[in-house]
């Protein structure tokens, strides 16, 4: 198998790091809410809508094209690295592959120059990992359609001006669908604005009667199924990202240890700390080899579900080790909030819950491995 970039994705790559070197690094860990700006600049360079058909505005690339991007920009500024999903892997992705032409027309074009943004409402408090047991309701009314329900833990949401909202058009999981909802469409409203423990900010959403036109209908049935295959992409944007941001974490812990000396001598002379460090750049390059071999096997369609599940489990928890172990070779300066050490760690601990649970992920993989369905449900 080969893992040599091709020159044009090398190319791509390179244009994406000397973009994030130049705009991004100066305000790097320094930001705080979404990177407007920087969703502006990757929009001028030709870096949003990487995977989406150039009859829909975008590029016409592959996965592979938007992880290189992706793993580029965040290693240098992880918050416009949330510029390069919301504009690549998220729920945009969830408007070109369902979308109506109309909605496309009306939305993308806004999406892909960073004017807006929008992002996924799925979770609900009694619905996370189990999602079919969601209760936010969707019925059609002439050319509307109403929905009545909740959502939280919406990555961007209070910023937002746009979410995909999964709800039930009937009683069965099959009833299971998705619509796009303007942050101004009547009867939706947001709640106090909270964060998780990295900074970022979320917020409930609120549907009382809220009404949308009809064609912003994405699904109304099977959506579970008809869209599974953009949670592939999902995860494998949400495994570089968490790789990113762990290769920078170790750059700055090898930089450390060549010049801190202790004992009268630097800490990379100290046998134990070599092994960490021999640990911490095999993890690396296992998680990258997982999440490009996913990304490379896409070019033709969706990224095979075992492969996108098992980059995303990996790399998740072995970017979390890495930058674990990182903030501590660097001591009581990692632990400082002067330094962004121990921001990557708090960052790349969401990516574990955010996207499909490690825990989860296990039981998709198992489920793979026997080929059977395993119910987490209480035996009726």
Avoid at 103 to 132: C, F, N, Q
Avoid at 144 to 154: A, R
Wanted: aromatic share 8%.
């Amino acid at each position: 198998m080969e893992f040599t970039l091709t020159p044009e994705q090398r190319a791509l790559r390179d244009s994406a790091r000397r973009l994030a070197e130049d705009r991004f690094a100066a305000t790097a860990f320094k930001r705080t809410g979404y990177a407007w700006d920087s969703a502006r600049d990757l929009a001028a360079a030709g870096l949003t809508g990487i995977m989406i058909d150039e009859r829909d505005g975008g590029q016409g690339g592959t996965l592979l094209d938007a992880v290189l991007v992706m793993e580029a920009v965040s290693k240098v500024c992880p918050h416009s690295g949330d510029a390069v999903q919301a504009t690549n892997f998220g729920a945009i992705r969830q408007v070109a592959m369902l979308g109506s032409a109309k909605l496309k027309a009306e939305l993308l074009p806004r999406l892909l120059s960073g004017e807006a943004l929008i992002s996924a409402g799925m979770s609900e408090p009694g619905a996370g990992s189990a999602l079919t047991e969601m209760l936010t309701t969707a019925r059609y009314d002439g050319d509307e359609v109403v929905l009545d329900g909740q959502k939280c833990w919406t990555s961007h949401g209070p910023e937002a001006t746009h979410l995909v909202l999964w709800c039930r058009f009937g009683p069965s999981s099959r009833d299971i669908g998705a619509v796009v909802v303007p942050a101004d469409a009547p009867g939706f409203t947001r709640g106090a604005t909270e964060h998780y423990m990295s900074g970022e900010p979320h917020c409930t959403s609120y549907l009382d009667g809220c009404r949308v036109p009809r064609h912003n209908v994405l699904a109304d049935h099977d959506a579970l199924r008809r869209l599974m295959t953009v949670f592939g992409i999902e995860r494998v944007g949400n495994a570089v990202r968490a790789l990113a941001l762990a290769q920078s974490a170790f750059e700055r812990a090898v930089e450390h240890a060549k010049t801190r000396e202790q004992f009268g001598r630097p800490l990379c002379e100290f046998q134990g700390l070599q092994w960490k460090f021999a640990d911490m750049y095999v993890q690396l390059e296992a998680a990258r080899l997982l999440v490009y071999r996913a990304a490379a096997g896409a070019a033709a369609g969706p990224p095979d579900p075992m492969e996108a599940t098992m980059a995303k489990l990996y790399a998740n928890e072995a970017a979390f080790r890495v930058a674990n172990d990182a903030l501590q070779m660097l001591g009581a300066s990692g632990y400082s909030t002067e330094l962004p050490l121990e921001y990557m760690v708090r960052r790349i601990r969401g990516w574990m819950i955010a996207g499909g649970t490690v825990e989860m992920l296990r039981n998709r993989l198992a489920e793979g491995i026997f080929d059977r369905r395993f119910s987490q449900r209480v035996p009726s």
